[in-house]
C-alpha cells in the first residue's frame, strides 16, 4: 500500500534530503503552520477582547491540517495567487456560525502566509542544526585524533607544503560552526508578520500593536518595529544563512570526493552495504555522499538567488516577489538540511588512510620542503641566488625523485649545507608552522 504522499518525498527530492525534514517542510507542514498562526492570532484577539469569548477555542478544534488537501488549496488559490484565501475560507466553514465571522480577523494573507514561513522555517532549522552539531563533533574528532597525521598541503590541486589531516578538520570544524551560529542567529530571531491589509493595523484600531506583540508572544516569534510585507530582508538573512550551511557542507564532501581518488585514496566516506555502487562496474567505491551533496549545493545557491532577485518589492505588496518565496525557501531547507545531514554521517564515519597520506608526501622526493631551503639558504645566498638554485634543483629531483640528492650535488648549496643539514630541512614533521596551536584554536573556538 502506498504511503503518505505528502510525506514520502519524491524520485529525486528525497535523494538530497531526509525524511525528517521532508515532514518538517511538507505541503501539510506549512498548511498546519498557517493553521498556528491563525489559531495565534485569535487567541490574542480574544485576550484583548477584539473577539468573542471561545473564537480561539473554535478555530484550535479546526485547525488540523489533516482536515485540509493542500493540493485543492493551491488549485483554488490560483484566482487569488496565495493559497491563505482558500484555507481562511475553508476554516471558516469548519468552524460554523458565529466564529466564522473572527476567523482572520483584522489580517491579510501575506500575514499568515510570513508568520507560518517562520514556523516552517524554525522547526526545519531546529533538524537542521542537530546535524551541525553532529559535524562539528565529527570534525573536532578528526581534527585531535590526526593532528600529527602528515599529508601533503595542496594548492591549485598541487603539492604546495606539508600539513596535517588533523588541520584541514579544524578548517571543516570552525566553517561548519560558523554557519551553525550564523543560522541559529537568524532563527532566534525570526519575526511574527502582522499588519493588515497596507502595513498599518488599521483593521485592529488602537489594538494593533498589542495584537501583533501577544500574537508573537503565542508563537514564540520575535516582534519587528514595522510589518515587513516588502522588506524582504528577514527571508534574505534566513536563505543566506541556509546558503552558508549548503557552502560549508559542499567544501568538506569536495575534499573527501578529492581524497577518495584512486590515485590518492587518503581517505574514503563510511563503507556500508550498497554504498557507493555501480551499476556497471563491481569494483567501484563512488563518493556518493559526496556526489548528493554538491547536487544539493548546486540547486541551494540557485535557490539563494531566487530570494535576493525576490527582494524587488513594490509599494506595500509584492506582484510576484513574495510568491517567490514559498517553494524557493521549502526547497532551501531541504537542501540545506539534507547537506549538514551527509556531511555529519560522512565525517562520523570516515575512513582515514595516514599510510597512502605519507606515501603521497615522500611521491615528490622533497620537493615540498623547498621554502625552507631557500630560506636556509637565503642568508649565506642572497633570495635570488638560493631561490634559483633550489629551483634548479626541484626541476632535476623530477627526473631522478631524490630533491637532497640534487641539492647535495649543487657546489653552492653543498657549500652552506651539509648531509645531516639536508636531512633535517626535509623532514615534513618539521616545518608545520604553527600548525598545533591552530588545531586548539579551532577546538576552543567550535566546541
Known amino acids: 500500500m502506498p504511503g503518505d504522499p505528502e510525506r514520502d518525498g519524491s524520485l529525486f527530492g528525497s535523494l538530497l534530503t531526509t525524511d525528517a525534514l521532508a515532514a518538517a517542510t511538507s505541503d501539510r507542514a506549512w498548511v498546519q503552520a498557517m493553521l498556528d498562526a491563525e489559531v495565534a492570532l485569535a487567541t490574542a484577539e480574544e485576550t484583548l477582547g477584539l473577539v468573542p469569548e471561545g473564537t480561539a477555542r473554535d478555530l484550535a478544534q479546526a485547525a488540523d491540517a489533516s482536515r485540509f488537501s493542500p493540493a485543492e488549496l493551491g488549485r483554488a488559490g490560483r484566482a487569488s495567487a496565495n493559497p491563505v484565501v482558500p ?24 500575514d499568515i502566509l510570513d508568520t507560518a514561513a517562520m514556523l516552517v522555517a524554525r522547526r526545519a532549522a531546529a533538524l537542521i542544526d542537530r546535524d551541525l552539531g553532529s559535524l562539528c563533533a565529527g570534525c573536532a574528532a578528526l581534527a585531535e585524533r590526526h593532528r600529527s597525521t602528515l599529508m601533503a598541503g595542496r594548492t591549485l590541486l598541487q603539492h604546495a607544503l606539508p600539513t596535517t589531516f588533523g588541520l584541514k578538520a579544524a578548517g571543516w570544524l570552525v566553517a561548519a560552526s560558523r554557519a551553525r551560529a550564523g543560522l541559529a542567529d537568524r532563527c532566534a530571531r525570526l519575526p511574527v508578520q502582522l499588519g493588515g491589509a497596507a502595513g498599518t493595523l488599521a483593521a485592529l484600531g488602537a489594538e494593533g500593536l498589542a495584537v501583533a506583540e501577544a500574537m508573537a508572544a503565542e508563537l514564540g516569534l520575535a516582534v519587528p518595529p514595522v510589518p515587513w510585507h516588502t522588506d524582504r530582508t528577514v527571508v534574505v538573512e534566513l536563505g543566506s544563512a541556509l546558503g552558508l550551511v549548503a557552502g560549508v557542507g559542499a567544501k568538506v564532501a569536495l575534499d573527501v570526493a578529492l581524497l577518495m581518488q584512486t590515485e590518492v585514496a587518503e581517505a574514503a ?82 575512513e582515514v588512510n595516514p599510510e597512502a597520506m605519507a606515501a603521497n608526501l615522500a611521491r615528490t622526493g622533497g620537493v615540498l620542503l623547498s621554502e625552507r631551503v631557500v630560506g636556509a639558504l637565503t642568508g649565506p645566498l642572497g633570495r635570488e641566488r638560493a631561490t634559483a638554485a633550489v629551483q634548479a634543483a626541484a626541476a632535476r629531483a623530477a627526473s631522478s625523485g631524490s630533491f637532497a640528492h640534487e641539492l647535495a650535488a649543487d657546489p653552492l648549496v653543498a657549500g652552506e649545507l651539509g648531509l645531516d643539514e639536508l636531512a633535517a630541512l626535509l623532514d615534513p614533521g618539521g616545518y608545520l608552522g604553527a600548525t598545533d596551536a591552530l588545531i586548539d584554536r579551532a577546538l576552543a573556538a567550535g566546541g
Open 87 to 110: 484555507l481562511v475560507a475553508a476554516l471558516r466553514r469548519a468552524v460554523g456560525p458565529g466564529t466564522s465571522d473572527w476567523v482572520h480577523h483584522g489580517a491579510t494573507s501575506q
Open 269 to 350: 566516506e563510511p563503507a556500508e552495504p550498497g554504498r557507493g555502487g555501480s551499476s556497471t562496474l563491481p569494483h567501484k567505491r563512488n563518493p556518493a555522499g559526496a556526489a548528493r551533496v554538491l547536487a544539493a549545493h548546486r540547486q541551494a545557491a540557485a535557490a539563494v538567488s531566487v530570494l535576493f532577485g525576490a527582494m524587488a518589492n513594490e509599494h506595500e505588496r509584492a506582484v510576484g516577489g513574495w510568491q517567490a518565496e514559498w517553494e524557493t525557501l521549502t526547497s532551501l531547507l531541504r537542501l540545506a538540511g539534507g547537506i549538514a545531514a551527509v556531511a555529519a554521517e560522512t565525517v562520523a564515519g570516515l
